[in-house]
């Protein structure tokens, strides 16, 4: 029970240091440097600019996923439900929190059980992938995926942060082998994310060579997990040790394009401090398919699920505004639009 109980306790600290504390990275997402090409005669009406798309057997209003964050506490659990109704009411899709506590401690899993609040969106179950090399398997990856009725399991890769933890979990050899054992036996798609850090084109062609659906970069350029960890930290050394990777990773952009041109028949979700709808249009231009924000849509849920409905139907109109201003009326044709790199 001691470490379900630390579990628990650093989600908890996980939610008050990202509403509380700067902790952005020091790199940026790199896509200050595209632009869409303005054009002043787009010939289309903005109502008929349609951002609407299917992934995994799911329609989608527009290709906005609200990004792994959180579960395992009670305040975890308002804010899961807050987010799936506002993720139901505006069409788009939604990843969970890891949910090793609940695996651990099975009470904790009405935390993170929202599809009564949400029937019809794109549902991703989430465990750290480290998990596979400590004792779970096949059977702990359905329970994940069984427990909220998901569409996909994301299973997370966060080396840096797991290094900078007292208490983290650092035995990642041997682990691509597991995850194809998991891409191989378990019946929904298995998506790999990391956590802030981004894809190097080398990880990226071993995870499409071993069967995964689909890569969320997660690029540096957002929240910094080691500047979290910082904050958590309990000695002067802890925290100096976390504090030296405030510059580290590989940036969203460049992420995207690493994951596009190493293993071009996988898909691309793309987050890591994405800001606007400008931002996600300018990353599906880069070969992504869907853009993940965490941070926007976390502080939204916090306050009402009317402010969280009203900050995603924004960041939609920003996305439509972007493609028809640029003239570009389908998803399909902002995935082979031109940016123009400064």
């Not at 509380?20 to 289309?44: C, K, M, N, W």
């Not at 994301?154 to 990642?172: C, K, M, S, Y």
């Not at 100096?240 to 510059?247: E, P, R, T, Y």
Request: aromatic content about 4%.
């Amino acid at each position: 029970m001691q470490k379900v109980t630390q579990t628990s306790s650093r989600k908890a600290d996980h939610i008050r240091i990202n509403l509380e504390e700067d902790v952005r990275s020091g790199l940026t997402t790199g896509l200050e440097r595209y632009h869409f090409t303005h054009q002043a005669l787009p010939e289309i009406n903005l109502e008929e600019v349609d951002l609407r798309l299917q992934i995994f057997n799911r329609q989608l209003a527009a290709p906005l996923l609200i990004s792994s964050m959180t579960g395992g506490t009670e305040e975890a659990g308002k804010i899961n439900r807050t987010l799936a109704e506002a993720a139901q009411e505006t069409g788009i899709a939604m990843g969970l929190g890891s949910q090793r506590a609940a695996i651990e401690d099975p009470s904790l899993s009405t935390t993170f059980q929202v599809r009564h609040n949400a029937p019809d969106i794109l549902l991703f179950a989430n465990l750290g992938a480290i998990q596979l090399n400590y004792g779970y398997g096949i059977d702990q990856c359905k329970q994940a995926v069984e427990m909220i009725e998901a569409d996909g399991l994301i299973l997370h890769l966060n080396p840096l942060q797991e290094a900078v933890q007292p208490e983290g979990d650092t035995r990642f050899a041997g682990l691509l082998s597991k995850i194809e054992a998991v891409c191989k036996q378990l019946p929904v798609p298995v998506i790999v994310k990391e956590v802030g850090w981004g894809f190097s084109a080398s990880t990226a062609r071993q995870l499409s060579q071993v069967g995964v659906s689909a890569i969320d970069v997660a690029g540096a350029g957002g929240t910094s997990w080691s500047q979290v960890e910082m904050h958590r930290a309990e000695t002067e050394a802890q925290a100096k040790l976390a504090a030296a990777f405030l510059d580290w990773g590989i940036s969203t952009s460049q992420a995207i394009q690493n994951v596009r041109e190493a293993a071009p028949d996988i898909l691309v979700f793309a987050s890591g401090g994405l800001r606007d709808g400008i931002d996600i249009a300018k990353c599906i231009a880069l070969g992504a398919t869907l853009g993940g924000m965490a941070g926007p849509y976390l502080k939204a849920a916090h306050r009402s699920l009317e402010d969280t409905i009203q900050t995603i139907r924004l960041i939609q109109k920003q996305v439509q505004v972007a493609m028809f201003a640029s003239g570009i009326k389908t998803i399909e044709q902002l995935k082979s639009a031109d940016l123009i790199e400064s």
